[in-house]
């Protein structure tokens, strides 16, 4: 059974400073991993789709790594803003139907 | 590309009766899945339909839950006899077929609140 685990729980920086956050999965037989934004009382926004066979995406100041045999990714966020405040989650797909299996997410706060 | 459409946006209902939500996905995804999220939590997997078939079914959805999908557009979920334990946001996904590496796209949810 997948397990999706991310550290921290919740992340507050200042504004400007550069940060990583951490998605971890127990089963390495992944098709690719997706990392969300959810602001509070909304649906998930997608980032990033990390395919198995690639180490990194990058959209702008985001840049996702994947490390399959390690069964762990990165989110790093360049220069945060308070703009990037927000839940961010990792999910992995399950079976032929793709079924997304969550992190429970980090909270971020960038305070101005 | 419209997004995903969920309606209606919040629900509030006494507990026994039932509820009933609907998705429209983005237009050309033939794949569609139902999540449920409470607070704090990342979305867990409810069930998932390409074009009108339901092919997989979580645990979770016990039997007072169901979802159609009748001309493979549209997607309903209904609650029986909802509990307190039912509240939570619902959340619809939809996804093109065709390999493992279609993104999912969220719309922005129901939030289910019983009394």
């Known amino acids: 059974k997948q397990e999706v685990t991310q550290i921290p729980a919740a992340l507050s920086v200042p504004e400007g400073e550069n940060l990583v956050l951490n998605c971890s999965f127990t089963?390495?037989?992944?098709?690719?991993l997706q990392w969300f934004r959810q602001d509070p009382g909304k649906g998930l926004t997608s980032l990033l789709l990390?395919?198995?066979?690639?180490r990194e995406q990058t959209s702008g100041r985001l840049n996702a790594s994947l490390d399959k045999s390690s069964g762990r990714s990165t989110l790093y966020i360049a220069a945060s803003q308070p703009g990037d405040s927000a839940t961010y989650l990792c999910?992995?797909?399950?079976?032929?139907?793709?079924?997304?299996?969550f992190g429970g997410g980090t909270r971020l706060m960038v305070k101005p | 590309d419209t997004g995903v459409s969920q309606n209606p946006r919040h629900k509030i209902t006494k507990r026994g009766q039932n509820v009933t939500f609907r998705c429209d996905p983005i237009?050309?995804?033939?794949?569609l899945y139902w999540y449920r999220q409470t607070l704090g939590q990342g979305p867990e997997f409810l069930t998932y339909?390409?074009?009108?078939?339901?092919?997989?079914k979580s645990r979770l959805l016990s039997d007072r839950f169901s979802a159609e999908r009748p001309k493979g557009s549209f997607s309903t979920l209904e609650i029986q006899r909802t509990e307190q334990g039912d509240s939570a946001m619902y959340l619809c996904?939809?996804?093109?077929?065709?390999?493992?590496?279609?993104?999912?796209?969220f719309g922005d949810g129901t939030r289910l609140s019983i009394l």
């Open positions: 996904a939809s996804s093109r077929s065709g390999g493992g590496n279609q993104p999912q796209h």
């Open positions: 089963d390495s037989a992944i098709y690719n």
């Open positions: 990390i395919q198995s066979s690639q």
């Open positions: 999910a992995v797909p399950l079976g032929a139907g793709n079924m997304l299996t």
């Open positions: 237009s050309e995804h033939n794949r």
């Open positions: 339909f390409q074009n009108e078939a339901q092919l997989e």
